[in-house]
C-alpha cells in the first residue's frame, strides 16, 4: 500500500518572510479597522483624528521594519517559538564556509573573514581576534567592526592561555561580571574584557590542546544569554577556526622557511663571487712585479 503521509517543512528564510508578510498584513488590517471605527464614531474632528492615525501608523511602519533591531528581535522569536532548534545546522555551516573560503581582490583579510564567520552566528556586530606570539602572549591580530575596544600591548595574564587550553570554557562576560559564573577562572580573564560593556563573549580556539586563538564578541542587537545550542555551536566552528589559523600559521612559518633558505643561497653565491673577484684582484696585483723580475732574468 502506497504511504500517503507527508509533512510539509519549511525553511526559516520561508517562515520568516511568511511571518513578516502576516504581521505586515495584520499591522495594515489594524490601521483599516481603527480607521473604519474612527469614520464610524463620528464628530466635529473625526476625519482630522482619522487622517492623523494613518499619517502616525504609516510612519511608525516605516521606521520599524527596516530596523536591524526589530529584524534580529524577529529572528529571536521565530527560532524560540516555531522550530525545535534555534540553528539551521545546514545553512549556518554552509554560510560559515562561505564567509572564510571566499577569496579575493575585493574580500577581506582572513583574519577578518574569520571573525565576521563566527560573530554572523549569534547575529553579533563586531569582534576582535587575539592570537599568541613567539613568547607565549596574546596580541591583536584583527579588529571587524570594532575599533573602540582598547586592546593593550600585553593582552592576557599569565594564567589565561593555560585556562583556555585546558577547559575551552566559553567565557560570557555578563554572567561573569555578575559573579554567576562557577567554571571560570576570574584571574586568567583580563580585566580590559570585562571592563568593556560591549564585550559579550569570549570564544577560545583551541587546536590539539594548543590556543590557536581567542575571540571576542561584540553585544548583539538583541542582547540575549546563551543556551546550550549556542555554546555547541560555537565550540564546533571555534575547533575549525583553530585549524585554520593553525594550518595558515604553518603555511607561514614554511614560507619564511623558504625564504631564508633562498636568502642563504644568494649570499652564498655573492660570497663565492666575492671570493674570486678577490682571488683575480691578487693575480692582478701580483702580475706586474713578475713582469719587472723577467727582464732582469735575460740581461743575466
Known sequence: MRNTEWNLKLSRSVAFRSLSLVAIGSYLLMMVVIATALQIIGGDYARLAQISFLFGATIGALLLLPSGRFRAWLKVKLAKNFFQHRYDYRSEWIRFTDTIGRPGVDSAPFHQRVIKAIADITESPAGILLVPDESGQLVLQSRWNWSSIEVPA????????????????????????????????????PEWMTKDDQAWVAVPLVHFDRLAGLMLLARPRIDRKLDWEDLDMLRVVGRQVASYLAESRSQESLSEAQRFDEFNRRMAFIMHDIKIWSASSACWRATPSAMLTIPSFRRI
Open 154 to 189: 600585553r593582552a592576557c595574564t599569565t594564567r589565561t592561555i593555560p585556562f583556555l587550553e585546558s577547559t575551552s570554557h566559553i567565557v560570557e562576560f555578563d554572567t561573569l561580571r555578575a559573579g554567576k559564573d562557577d567554571k571560570c577562572d576570574a584571574a586568567a580573564i
